[in-house]
């Protein structure tokens, strides 16, 4: 590297002025020794926003001649309490990672394949572009623009333009969303007990028992800065139980640990609230009493539904005449293999604490095949207790008044209303994948079952995909589907930092701008009782020639269809989009960027708007502050009406009775066939309570001896990060992984009898594929289940990633190549945990 | 990842050779006080090769150093309470004794009082440098290292090594560098009482092996650090350590000098075992400080 | 005079790691080499197991072992109480490596970085290299961070030893070492334990501590306080 004279001149100056006063080494020398140094240049700290996890953090990033040194928290922003975990750090790398696609390039060998190099070649933005808008042309020449489908991994707030508008306008109903690999089946708990479709905060603060369902909230799922930052103290005045059949960060942290077998979540569940109805430990004030006072709660005898007097809850007699009455921790205790006396000690601690006490749902103990009833169960605890909405209990957020796009109805010719009008590819709201979003059928994605609809072609063959920020070939259950899926698809564009597994399907790839530091735009989330907007901003020049996904690349299609004789796009953009400071409408990527990112926030910015939280002078305060807090939201702001059907907390729900009936009568069946459909085993009232399921897995014991389950790592930015030194270098802070290694986690037991020792190189197997990776013998997980991080068994993406990118050699396996595409249908979820599959072991 | 000890075979050689070297020199001017008209011709391969010896040691350990170039700021920048700085001092000061002691014996010139002097400063020097070797690793304080028997342990298999080399020598006829008339002076004084090398050498391999046997049991009976740093050093290294370190390099040397010894006590071993034992004598050395250094070097988990 | 050491409460920390990869940022350090890490264990038999995660880092000892067998004092305290190295005295002879019962200081045997001058690409001129990326940026690292120069060499050189300096960069701003910045769980807590009121020692007053080593007769200075 060459030192220019003036830097040259800095750097003898500062490292020869302080080294000589310290120790007394002539300045040259030092010189001479700091090779590297030039002098220290005071940085600033630009706020902008970690997009690592779902949290979404506010963060900082120190930025010094134009390079991103180092992050922080945000120190405005109270959600995280001005901290960041250990994933913002990776972001540097992420940003720096010297396998960026670093230019537009195409595809020059048409066939498509894991093995096949697809020969790409750089090309200009503009040929790029070009060739897009051709297809897309196309197939609106041939009245099939439905047949174009929008793949979305991660977005930001301003998605919706490129998701919803451009796919709309354009004339395809296919906006597909990944929600449903993520955690929809986690937000079916709280929304068929109390109409609420999101995740919940909860009141770390004030609470004293923490019951955390497969939860890790130490190291992912979700605010983990937040928790992080207060386990101390939560430690301290609470009792924190793990359920997880890993001892995971926070399992290692807690008092207790009940290590459930893979799937047996409910079984828990509904055991805990037999206790707690039968020794009457359940709070009075939120759910009611006998009218006489005489708890009539007794194990195996049904209860008059008149006897109780409910108050803010609804069916708690119904709930346990139908599946409670039986459900003893004895009988829980044999299907989870936790013993009796745990569970009881639990459900009186949990219940004692009340209401400061929160059951804590997550993805582990929801996104399994018959996960949907376990989220309702484990949710309806906070009810039991009455810790919903209440001090130290769960909580909703306050509400960010960012705003949405314009309606784009006007845009839309004929033949994008015609080509909306289509089912979408994902089979949503078909008898088996209800997806019952927002109490609708088919009211949410089913986003791991769009590979099969376009394998089937199945409502119709899908010709073109424009996927970004996604890479469905790695990140969905049954990823070899995904393979043969995009091999089949005639044209697919991919927006991505990397060469991911998706990549090498695609025909045109295009270099997206970094989320952290090379992106303008915001997003939104909530924690410690706080909801945020954070700006995100480009801190530094890209040093690749990178676009912003959804908004530059957007207009640049907008701008070339105009061309092609389809201006209602760009039309759209130009009359709808104006930056809100000058009332100018866009002319560039850039200005439409930043017009619709100012008008997106202007709620939030302009101190002429009314709203309850902070107050911002202007758009530059909110750049330079980064962050808008919202007010703490009130305690029991919903308790005398709640959304649901009866405007009380659900333990008989009436909504899911609802959704569940229109689904039957929209897909011209009853419920019971539903249930036999989604692979549920309750039939009749049982459907419409939190209940107890078998859970469902794939393979023989006989032929495949272990349930797997997998989990998540602390340092994983889903799935993203593991093309960078740290992620490898640290891989070994999630308890049992080692650095540089994809591990296994098998107990010694099993071990022994297997005749496999830590770091013998394994093969695992399940009824739909085979990986390879380490073994690892640790006592954290029990006999008879083997548990494996998510994140490793890249094939692509990068040197660090993968083994060897050039022989397509994954450094470990992923996990998605033996986990079977099954799903939570109800929610429309991929199944991924509850022990959705049997494993076969042998030595590699 | 894999570990690599920061200390490779290059240290291992530094202290081998330098051993050797040390041994030989002492040997040296132990034959030359003995009878040095006798063994003139042993005691000049002796000073001739000690410094060869260490210095080859020390160029060993310099290309060690991660910056070679500079060695030579260790006497200007010398850390009194740094072994590691005294060895520098007492290997350069030795090796400036010893080229001087060799070109005497090289001019003949062994005499004089320079000669004299020599002999005194030499032999404490050669203490020092034999003695730094296991100094310099139990400063270090690593739990194999710790406590002052490895001191004895190297400097014992020091001399037992340069023991085993003259013989070598000895038995193989090697000579250069010697005036004519040497060799003819040692020829008519054999009627005298001669240098029992073969007692020297069962002396030695009996006083090594309770030395090596004594540090074991002590290692074991040590405190937590010191039994698993044992305990791994015989889990990595076992074999060698019995078939070269003990058996090869101690007991069999031991066996059959005293064998030959009994049978008769003033004459040598035959010429074939002493060869053989010496050259077992030298592997074993070489092993033994190969094992103690590497192994003391591995990274034992711990915890409070 | 100053004695500078840390408080690491293990009751907060969480064993997240972030200061072992923010030490790694704020120092420019190589891969491979850790100045700040983690010791863990997992004991026990399932289902009664459990994990202990330590974090690890120089303890800037009273009594320091690597000081006392460094050769050319190129190991020294300062006035801060702080265990320093001054690499131009440095000679690489890795006493200190030997000597150090925590196994904090790593040793350059190669040029530093070889993965930023790494030219090759996966996409021949589709995608970047460690070498266009360190080009592009300017800089050996492409995230190199010049403040650590202003106290030691920004980037160690092949040949010589490195360890942790307690941030003492930072410390001379009245900053915190940068991994107790950005210790998410306020974990690590830094000060002067010659100063009866500081933190630090009101902390181990409270708690009461445990120390690395005790028996190696180094004084370590980072107090590990409560449990993990």
Known sequence: MEMTRRRFLQASAATGLLVAGTTGIPALKALAEGENTSASVEGKWLSTLCQGCTTWCAMQAYVVEGRVIKVRGNP??????????????????????????????????????????????PITWEEAIDTITDKMMELRKNNEPEKYVLMRGRYSGMADILYDATTKIFGSP????????????????????????????????????????????????????????????????????????????????????????????????????????????????????????????????????????????????????????????????????????????????????????????????????RGAYTAMASHALNALVGSVENIGGTLRGSSVPTGKIPSYADYQDDLSKKGTKNKKIDQRGTKEFPALKDGKSGGGVVTNRVADGMLDKDPYEIKMALAYWCNFPFSCSGAQRWEKALEQLPFLVHITTNPSEMAQYADIVLPAAFHAFEKWAFNKSKANKIAFASIQQRVVEPIWDVRIDETEITWMIAESLAKKGFPNLLDYFKNEIKDPESGKAPTTPMEFNMALLKQLTQNVWDPSKEKKGD??????????????????????????????????????????????????EKTKTNVDDVMQATKYQARGELAFVPHYEEPFRWGEESEYPFIFFEHRSRLNREARSANTLWYQEFKDVDPGDEAWDDVAKINPVDGAKLGIKTGDKIRITSPTGSITCSAKLWEGVRPGTVGKCYGQGHWAYGKIAAQDYNKRTPRGGNNNEILPSDFERLSGSTARHGGVTRIKIEKA | MEWHAPWDIRVTLDLFLGGLGVGLFLLSILLTVYDKNRYHKLAAMGAYLAPVLVGGGILFLVTELGRPLRLITTLYNFNPQSMTSWGSLVQMVFMVLSVIYAWLYFKNNTTGSLFKTILGTGTVFALLVGGYHGLLLSSLGRPLWAGGMVVALFLVSSVLGGTALLILIKELGISFGVPQKVGREIASASDAKGFNFTALFCILSALQLILVLGWQISLSRGALDTTAAATSLMDQFGGLWVGLVLLGGLVLPLLG????????????????????????????????????????????PFLF | ???????????????????????????????????????????????????????????????????????????????????????????????????????????????????????????????????????????????????????????????????????????????????????????????????????????????????????????PKVFYIRHF
């Open chain 1, 174 to 369: 296919n906006n597909i969303s990944h929600s449903a690999i993520c955690a929809e089946a986690e937000k079916f708990g709280p929304y068929y007990t109390e109409a609420y479709w999101d995740y919940r905060d909860y009141d770390l603060a004030e609470t004293e028992y923490v019951l955390l369902w497969g939860a890790d909230p130490v190291a992912s799922n979700r605010q983990v800065p937040h928790a992080i930052n207060i386990w101390g103290k939560v430690l301290d005045q609470a009792t924190v139980v793990a359920i997880d059949p890993r001892l995971s960060a926070s399992a290692a942290k807690a008092q207790e640990w009940m290590p459930v077998i893979p799937g047996e979540d409910g079984a828990l569940a509904v055991a805990i609230a037999h206790v707690i109805l039968s020794e009457g430990l359940w709070n009075k004030e939120f759910v009611g009493d006998f009218k006489d006072g005489v708890n009539l709660f007794k194990k195996g005898q049904t209860v008059s539904e008149e006897l109780f007097e409910e108050k803010l809850t609804f069916g708690i007699v119904k709930w346990w005449n139908l599946e409670l009455k039986d459900r003893t921790p004895e009988w829980a205790a044999e299907r989870a293999g936790v013993p009796a006396e745990q569970i009881i000690r639990v459900a009186r601690g949990f219940a004692k604490a009340a209401p400061r006490a929160i059951s804590w749902l997550s993805p582990g103990a929801s996104m399994q095949v």
């Open chain 1, 76 to 121: 405005n922003s109270k959600a995280s309490h001005g901290k960041v975990c250990p994933r913002a750090h990776l972001a540097i790398q992420q940003m720096y990672d010297p396998d960026r696609v670093k230019v537009p390039m195409k595809r020059t060998n048409p066939k498509k394949g894991r093995n096949e190099d697809p020969k790409f070649v």
């Open chain 2, 257 to 300: 000098s005293l064998y030959s010894l009994i049978k008769n006590k003033s004459s040598e071993m035959p010429k074939g075992m002493a060869l053989t034992l010496s050259a077992l004598v030298i592997v074993g050395g070489f092993t033994f400080k190969h094992i103690v250094l590497i192994a003391g070097q591995i990274k034992l």
């Open chain 3, 1 to 219: 005079m100053a004695r500078y050491g840390m408080v690491i409460d293990l009751h907060k920390c969480v064993g997240c790691g972030a200061c072992g990869i923010a030490c790694k940022n704020e120092n420019n350090v190589d891969q491979g080499m850790f100045w700040a890490h983690h010791l863990k264990r997992t004991t026990g038999v399932f289902p009664n197991v459990s994990y202990e995660y330590v974090p690890t880092l120089c303890n800037h000892c009273d009594n320091a072992a690597c000081v006392k067998a460094c050769p050319t004092k190129a190991m020294y305290k300062d006035d801060k109480g702080l265990t320093l190295h001054n690499p131009d005295k440095c000679i690489g002879c890795k006493s200190c490596m030997q000597a150090c019962p925590y196994d904090v200081i790593n040793f350059n045997s190669k040029e530093p970085h070889a993965f930023w001058r790494d030219s090759t690409s996966l996409i021949d001129k589709g995608t970047g290299s460690g070498q266009e990326t360190s080009q592009k940026t300017g800089q050996k690292l492409p995230y190199y961070n010049p403040e650590r120069a202003t106290t030691y060499a920004g980037i160690r050189p092949k040949g010589i030893v490195e360890k942790c300096t307690l941030c003492d960069h930072r410390l001379a701003k009245d900053e915190q070492p940068y991994c107790a910045y950005s210790c998410p769980s306020g974990a690590r807590i830094v000060g002067d334990f010659d100063d009866p009121t500081s933190e630090v020692n009101k902390l181990i007053a409270q708690y009461g501590y445990k120390q690395l080593k005790p028996h190696a007769g180094t004084k």
């Open chain 1, 615 to 664: 107050t911002l002078n202007g758009w530059q305060d909110f750049v330079d502050k980064g962050v808008w807090n919202s007010v703490e939201p009130d305690y029991f702001k919903n308790w005398d009406k709640f959304g649901t059907e009866t405007k009380k907390f659900e333990f008989y729900s009436e909504t899911l009775k609802k959704a569940l009936n229109g689904h039957a």
